[in-house]
C-alpha cells in the first residue's frame, strides 16, 4: 500500500482532532501534505504538527482548488454543514478523492449533485458515517446478516445526547441554528438515520417525526438573567448551565474547542467574547431539543428513533427484536447482548476499549477510506455517497414531517418532489 497524501479543508476540531491524526500514527499509509484554515492559530499549530510547508498552508479552500492540479491525491473537508458543497464539487472536479464530514448539506438537492458528480468523475466521495467503523454496529451488522435472530421486526434506537453536550453544541454552540448550519436531526442525528438503515439493509420507504424546542428558551431564563453569565448571574449557583462555573471546571475541555488559550485567563477572555459565554436561556438557538422518528422499512420492518438533549451520559442505547432472538446494546459501556428465543441463551460481548472517538469510528474510517482508495475492485465504499444520500433523506423528510404535525412522508415521493422541483 503506498503512501497517500492529503489536504485538510478545515482544521477545526474533526478536522485537526478527528482524522488527522492518523497521518501522525500511520505515517507509512498517509501523509498530510497541505491544510486550508481561515484561524491564523489553528493553522499554524495544524502546520507545525504536520510539518507542512508555508507554500501548502492556506487560508482559504478557494486558494487551493485555483491552483493548476492537485497538490494531494485526497481532500479531507471538514468546513461547517453548509460551506461543503461547493468545495466538494470543485474537489471531485479536479480529481480528488474526499473524505467529507457529515452531513453532505443541508440542501437535499446538493446532497443528490454530490453523488451525481462522484460518479461523473469517477471519485471515491465518502460521507464520515463513522458508526458505521465500530465494532460495535459492525458486530450487530454480521449478526443480523448471519440471520441469528432471524428476521427483523422492529429497532429501538436512543441517542442520548448529554445535557451539557446539548448546552454546549446545540444551543451556544456551531449547531445552534438551523438556518446557519442545518437541521438536529440532520446535524446530530444523521448519524442515527445511517446506522439504522445499515443495520436494518433495507430501504426506509416512510417516516414520520415529533419534536420541539422546549426548554433552552428565554421563556425559561432565570429572573434577572443576563445575556452572558460572567455579568453577574442571580442563578449562578442553581443553574447547571452556568458558562463561567462549567469551562472553569468539569467541562474544561469542551472550552478547548472554542479558544486556543485554555488558561483560565484565555477561557474567561473567550467567554465575554463568543456566544459560549451567553445565558443558554438567552442565545440565538432554534434546534430542537428532543425529537422521535418514525420508520417502516421495505417488507414491513419498523423502527423508532428518540434523541434527547436531557440525559445524564453522552451515548446510544439500541434494542433490535427479531423473530428468533434479540440485541441490545449500549455504546458508552462498549458490549451487546444476544438472546436466542429457542434456548434462553444470552450471549454477552464486551467490546476492548476502542482506540480514538467515537467509539473507534473516526480510526475506522480513515482506515478504510486509504485501503478502498487504492482496491482495484473499486467497491462501494461502507458508507458509500449512495447510501449517504438515502439515510440523509431520511432525515430532510423526518424534518419535514416534524414541521408538518406528523405527517407521514413516503422517502421515494419525496425524493421525486426534491428532482421535479430543482427542473421546474
Same mark, same amino acid.
Given at each position: 500500500?503506498?503512501?497517500?497524501?492529503?489536504?485538510?479543508?478545515?482544521?477545526?476540531?474533526?478536522?485537526?482532532?478527528?482524522?488527522?491524526?492518523?497521518?501522525?500514527?500511520?505515517?507509512?499509509?498517509?501523509?498530510? /501534505?497541505?491544510?486550508?484554515?481561515?484561524?491564523?492559530?489553528?493553522?499554524?499549530?495544524?502546520?507545525? !504538527?504536520?510539518?507542512?510547508?508555508?507554500?501548502?498552508? =492556506?487560508?482559504?479552500?478557494?486558494?487551493?482548488?485555483?491552483?493548476?492540479?492537485?497538490?494531494?491525491?485526497?481532500?479531507?473537508?471538514?468546513? %461547517?454543514?453548509? &460551506?461543503?458543497?461547493?468545495?466538494?464539487?470543485?474537489?471531485?472536479? %479536479?480529481?480528488?478523492?474526499?473524505?467529507?464530514?457529515?452531513?453532505?448539506?443541508?440542501?437535499?438537492?446538493? *446532497?443528490?449533485?454530490?453523488?451525481?458528480?462522484?460518479?461523473?468523475?469517477?471519485?471515491?466521495?465518502?460521507?464520515?458515517?463513522?458508526?458505521?467503523?465500530?465494532?460495535?454496529?459492525? +458486530?450487530?451488522?454480521?449478526?443480523?446478516?448471519?440471520? $441469528?435472530?432471524?428476521?427483523?421486526?422492529? %429497532?429501538?434506537?436512543?441517542?442520548?445526547?448529554?445535557?451539557?453536550?446539548?448546552?454546549?453544541?446545540?444551543?451556544?454552540?456551531?449547531?445552534?441554528?438551523?438556518?446557519?448550519?442545518?437541521?438536529?436531526?440532520?446535524?446530530? #442525528? *444523521?448519524?442515527?438515520?445511517?446506522?439504522?438503515?445499515?443495520?436494518?439493509?433495507?430501504?426506509?420507504?416512510?417516516?414520520?417525526?415529533?419534536?420541539? %424546542?422546549?426548554?433552552?428558551?428565554?421563556?425559561?431564563?432565570?429572573?434577572?438573567?443576563?445575556?452572558?453569565?460572567?455579568?453577574?448571574?442571580?442563578?449562578?449557583?442553581?443553574?447547571?448551565?452556568?458558562?463561567?462555573?462549567? =469551562?472553569?471546571?468539569?467541562?474544561?475541555?469542551?472550552?478547548?474547542?472554542?479558544?486556543?488559550?485554555?488558561?483560565?485567563?484565555?477561557?474567561?477572555?473567550?467567554?465575554?467574547?463568543?456566544?459560549?459565554?451567553? *445565558?443558554?436561556?438567552?442565545?440565538?438557538?432554534?434546534?430542537?431539543?428532543?425529537?422521535?422518528?418514525?420508520?417502516?422499512?421495505?417488507?414491513?420492518? /419498523?423502527?423508532?428513533?428518540?434523541?434527547?438533549?436531557? +440525559?445524564?451520559?453522552?451515548?446510544?442505547?439500541?434494542?433490535?427484536?427479531?423473530?428468533?432472538?434479540?440485541?441490545?446494546?449500549?455504546? $458508552?459501556?462498549? #458490549?451487546?447482548?444476544?438472546? &436466542?428465543?429457542?434456548?434462553?441463551?444470552?450471549?454477552?460481548?464486551?467490546?476492548?476499549?476502542?482506540?480514538?472517538?467515537?467509539?473507534?469510528?473516526?480510526?475506522?474510517?480513515?482506515? +478504510?477510506?486509504?485501503?478502498?482508495?487504492?482496491?482495484?475492485?473499486?467497491?462501494? #465504499?461502507?458508507? #458509500?455517497?449512495?447510501?449517504?444520500?438515502?439515510?440523509?433523506?431520511? !432525515?430532510? !423528510?423526518?424534518?419535514?414531517?416534524?414541521?408538518?404535525?406528523?405527517?407521514?412522508?413516503?422517502?421515494?415521493?419525496?425524493?421525486?418532489?426534491?428532482?421535479?422541483?430543482?427542473?421546474?
Amino acid at each position: 500500500m503506498k503512501v497517500m497524501t492529503a489536504i485538510i479543508i478545515g482544521a477545526g476540531d474533526r478536522g485537526a482532532r478527528a482524522y488527522a491524526p492518523y497521518a501522525l500514527e500511520h505515517p507509512y499509509e498517509l501523509r498530510i /501534505t497541505g491544510v486550508a484554515e481561515p484561524n491564523i492559530e489553528r493553522r499554524t499549530k495544524f502546520q507545525q !504538527a504536520h510539518n507542512i510547508p508555508n507554500e501548502n498552508c =492556506y487560508e482559504t479552500w478557494e486558494e487551493v482548488f485555483k491552483l493548476e492540479g492537485k497538490i494531494a491525491d485526497i481532500a479531507i473537508i471538514c468546513t %461547517l454543514d453548509r &460551506n461543503h458543497f461547493i468545495p466538494t464539487m470543485k474537489a471531485l472536479e %479536479l480529481g480528488y478523492h474526499v473524505l467529507l464530514e457529515k452531513p453532505m448539506s443541508p440542501d437535499p438537492m446538493e *446532497c443528490i449533485a454530490m453523488e451525481m458528480a462522484a460518479k461523473k468523475y469517477n471519485r471515491q466521495l465518502t460521507i464520515c458515517h463513522v458508526l458505521r467503523y465500530t465494532e460495535f454496529w459492525a +458486530t450487530i451488522k454480521k449478526v443480523i446478516s448471519k440471520g $441469528e435472530i432471524g428476521e427483523v421486526v422492529s %429497532l429501538q434506537l436512543n441517542e442520548n445526547v448529554e445535557v451539557m453536550h446539548m448546552s454546549h453544541s446545540f444551543v451556544r454552540g456551531n449547531w445552534n441554528n438551523k438556518k446557519r448550519t442545518s437541521p438536529m436531526i440532520l446535524q446530530k #442525528s *444523521c448519524h442515527d438515520m445511517d446506522i439504522i438503515s445499515f443495520v436494518m439493509g433495507k430501504e426506509c420507504k416512510r417516516v414520520s417525526s415529533y419534536g420541539s %424546542l422546549m426548554h433552552f428558551k428565554e421563556d425559561n431564563a432565570p429572573i434577572g438573567a443576563p445575556k452572558r453569565c460572567l455579568d453577574g448571574c442571580p442563578a449562578e449557583h442553581e443553574c447547571p448551565f452556568h458558562a463561567g462555573k462549567y =469551562y472553569l471546571g468539569e467541562g474544561k475541555g469542551w472550552a478547548r474547542k472554542f479558544t486556543e488559550d485554555d488558561s483560565n485567563e484565555g477561557i474567561i477572555q473567550a467567554l465575554n467574547e463568543t456566544p459560549y459565554g451567553k *445565558c443558554v436561556y438567552r442565545s440565538d438557538n432554534d434546534v430542537v431539543d428532543h425529537q422521535v422518528v418514525n420508520m417502516e422499512f421495505a417488507g414491513g420492518a /419498523t423502527a423508532t428513533f428518540s434523541m434527547c438533549g436531557f +440525559t445524564r451520559e453522552q451515548t446510544r442505547i439500541v434494542q433490535i427484536m427479531g423473530t428468533k432472538g434479540e440485541i441490545r446494546g449500549n455504546m $458508552e459501556e462498549n #458490549s451487546i447482548s444476544i438472546f &436466542n428465543f429457542l434456548t434462553k441463551h444470552e450471549t454477552i460481548i464486551k467490546f476492548d476499549n476502542p482506540i480514538g472517538g467515537h467509539g473507534g469510528g473516526d480510526n475506522g474510517i480513515m482506515r +478504510t477510506f486509504l485501503r478502498e482508495i487504492q482496491s482495484e475492485t473499486k467497491q462501494d #465504499s461502507v458508507s #458509500s455517497v449512495s447510501a449517504s444520500v438515502r439515510s440523509h433523506l431520511m !432525515a430532510f !423528510a423526518a424534518e419535514d414531517s416534524r414541521l408538518k404535525q406528523g405527517r407521514s412522508i413516503t422517502i421515494d415521493d419525496y425524493y421525486d418532489s426534491l428532482v421535479e422541483n430543482s427542473i421546474g
